[in-house]
């Protein structure tokens, strides 16, 4: 069972150990942006789980950070 | 003798201007001394005055690490000082990673000694402990009180030129002696020793690394069946099981059934250390439960776990987090999830 960690400070990330590593808007919000339009701030968020997806589908070796 | 120059790092808290809503704030410099300054520059004594402090909001940092630091490191060298200190932190990730970050741009930039303090599960210890002297703390603000005489005491030694081995977290560096064996003969004792079942030390103890291989990959997304978890502390409105907004005793387990969407009525966090207000409006900025259930009804994706699983990531003790992540696999498994989405603030 694959997981895919969406978090802003990749660094910690890599520390702990995650995998499969998806890099984030900002720490209080992660997946939004408050200074977008409601319809943008979707947008955004529906592409970041979609780059997640693409991590849990694609197969690893190590320690990967799935950038845009 | 002169009196030797400190730069003090601190975060916007301790540096008295707000709190988490203030912790996007970009660096700033002042003349002296300010906050945990305070009691640092009176352990110092004759030795050395805080000739300047800069102060920066964690959020700021960890979102802008390199045009912070860049930011950072030009205040530090106008001081002109001799030696770098930073926080305590404790057991704050961000500001843990912040004070991490300026002690390597101090060790490896301008050269200068760099004294800190941390506790020993700060995740910005294990990246940055070679780049400073890390005094070990306790995990809250109270510990400040015997933080400060380490921090002092370990600077003091440093600013006269002692060598200092004890009173700070190993840096992982290594220190030439004449030993009175040579290695060969050692490994053999060494090796008696354990085959006849006898106590030994070995030089050179092995980190203890943490990792999992990773998992196979979802083979087919449109038939998959995708859970929610998250350290955000995303909880429904009210926080029902009352997760601690820090050092938290425990995670929740939330159905999904009914919401498709989150909003002021129906969620907020339970998290204390990040500003709550952008979660509180709209909790799908931690758990992206909107666009997930339309990418089900679109058949983007097979199913969602008809449930959350949510704690505070906030100072949580590792041993807790593991104990929270075997129960919360155990019920994935169960229900034949075939994989997740980890979201962290």
Known sequence: MPVVHMCTIVPISMTVGANRIVPTVAIPYPLGNPNLTPADEKELRRKLVRKGLEALTTEIHGQTVFKD | ?345
């Open chain 2, 1 to 345: 003798m002169s009196k030797k120059r400190i730069v003090h790092y601190i975060n916007n808290f301790y540096g008295g201007i707000g709190g988490e809503e203030k912790a996007d704030i970009p660096p700033q410099k002042h003349d002296g001394k300010v906050g945990p300054g305070m009691a640092l520059e009176k352990e110092l004594g004759d030795a050395a005055t805080i000739v300047g402090t800069i102060i920066c909001g964690d959020s700021y940092f960890n979102e802008n690490l390199e045009k912070a630091s860049a930011e950072v490191q030009a205040m530090i060298e106008s001081f002109k000082p001799d030696l770098v200190v930073v926080g305590p932190g404790f057991n704050a990730g961000r500001y843990g990673m912040a004070c991490g970050t300026v002690a390597k741009i101090v060790d490896e930039n301008l050269g200068l000694p760099v004294v800190g303090g941390l506790y020993e599960e700060n995740p910005g210890l294990e990246i940055f402990k070679r780049h400073a002297y890390f005094v070990p703390t306790g995990n809250s603000a109270p510990s400040m009180r015997t933080a400060i005489p380490a921090m002092a005491a370990l600077a003091k030694k440093l600013l006269a030129g002692e060598t200092v081995t004890e009173g700070y977290f190993e840096k992982g560096l290594r220190v030439n002696y004449f030993a009175e064996q040579r290695g060969s003969k050692r490994a053999v004792d060494m090796l008696l020793k354990k085959i006849g079942g006898q106590e030994f030390e070995t030089e050179y103890p092995m980190p203890a690394f943490d990792r999992v291989a990773p998992m196979p990959a979802i083979k087919d997304i449109k038939k998959a069946r995708i859970a929610l978890v998250s350290s955000g502390g995303p909880v429904p409105k009210g926080n029902p099981d009352h997760i601690e907004s820090s050092s938290a005793s425990k995670y929740g387990k939330y159905s999904l059934v009914d919401i498709v969407d989150f909003d002021e009525t129906n969620g907020e966090t339970a998290h204390g250390g990040y500003d709550p207000v952008y979660a509180n409006i709209d909790l799908d900025r931690v758990l992206p439960v909107d666009v997930l259930k339309e990418m089900v009804k679109a058949g983007e994706i097979g199913s969602l776990h008809d449930y959350w699983y949510s704690t505070v990531g906030n100072g949580t003790a590792v041993a807790s987090s593991k104990k929270f992540a075997a129960a919360i696999a155990e019920d994935l498994l169960a229900d034949k999830v075939d994989g997740v989405i980890l979201t962290s603030t």
